[in-house]
């Protein structure tokens, strides 16, 4: 199995000197470069070609928000395979780490968590899965949802069954499919299945963006 191309987005060089340290004791990861902007970053995707990169939120020049959405963006329209972008924040970071779930990052854990934490993130979000620090996902999402108050609930709601519903609503707080399947006396599988067509129905690319869209939309519960 080819190792893990990882690349970092961080303006602290003390930060992106630890990082780079920790990627490279890994035996199944590659140092794959870093940038101090998010300019130099979208630079960066489109010459490196990382499998993931590790996002800042706040940088000079473009913010990880717009550099996520650009990137993305350029991967498309060459038609290759886009990096999982997982964001780096801060607790006093809630609102810019959800916009940039929304934006196509995959996740985002906390720029002091565990190094293990962030290894075991770096691969996961390659495997195609998505990853939330568990410890600040309601909190995280419950800010960004204040302010402005919920939106009402769109018209692809009511496209999904009841089991669905139920199955969302799990999702959403985040259980793992053999918890709901538990929870629902279903096998794995079927709530997989189940997952997908409401990701589908909802326009949602993976479970974190689930989790936005619960806290953002005010949903009825029949």
Known sequence: MSAIRVALVDDQALFRAGIRMLVESQDDLVFAGDAADGRAAVALAARSRPDVMLMDVRMPQLDGIAATEQILADAAREGREPPRVLVLTTFDLDENAARAIRAGASGFVLKDADPEFLLAAIRTVHR???????????????????????????????????????????????????????????GEATVKTHLSRVLGKLGLRDRVQLVVFAYEHDLPAG
């Open 128 to 186: 195609g899965n998505a990853v939330i620090a568990a410890n600040a996902t309601r909190d995280l999402i419950a800010h960004a949802s204040r302010g402005n108050g919920r939106r009402p609930a769109p018209a692809a709601w009511a496209e999904l069954t009841a089991r669905e519903r139920e199955i969302f609503a799990l999702a959403a707080k985040g259980l793992s499919n053999a918890e709901i399947a538990a929870a629902e006396f279903l």
